[in-house]
Nanobody, 125 residues
Framework: QLHFVESGGGLVQPGGSLRLSCAASGFTLDYYAVGWFRQAPGKEREGVSCISSSDGITFYEDSVKGRFTISRDNAKSTAFLQMDRLEPEDTAIYYC??????????????????WGQGTQVTVSS
């Protein structure tokens, strides 16, 4: 079965950092763009960031620009989300998925595949 395995979540105080990982299971990342999404309780799943497959171009949701950094290691079929200066509003389950490219619609759920179970991030004092 093709899917991602997300890890790295946890409980952190406001202003702290976490590094999330998503490892591809059953496929390689080389030709896919990778998107990170999050879903807070009672809210819809929203796009956080996307990194393209070939040239590494990145996209970010406005509220995380300058705080989050997306990256990828194709040799390990793993993508990462470095989250700094975390805020309580960042509390959510974080997921990753792939699609052929990021593009201007990168933050929409449409076209993404191989979702994992997610990893919980809680920002609280």
């Amino acid at each position: 079965q093709l899917h991602f395995v997300e890890s790295g979540g946890g409980l952190v105080q406001p202003g702290g950092s976490l590094r999330l990982s998503c490892a591809a299971s059953g496929f390689t990342l080389d030709y896919y763009a990778v998107g990170w999404f999050r879903q807070a309780p009672g809210k819809e799943r929203e796009g956080v960031s996307c990194i393209s497959s070939s040239d590494g171009i990145t996209f970010y949701e406005d509220s995380v620009k300058g705080r989050f950094t997306i990256s990828r290691d194709n040799a390990k079929s793993t993508a990462f989300l470095q989250m700094d200066r975390l805020e309580p509003e960042d509390t959510a389950i974080y997921y990753c998925a792939v699609r052929p490219g990021c593009g201007r619609t990168w933050s929409q759920l449409r076209g993404y595949n191989y979702w994992g179970q997610g990893t919980q991030v809680t920002v609280s004092s």
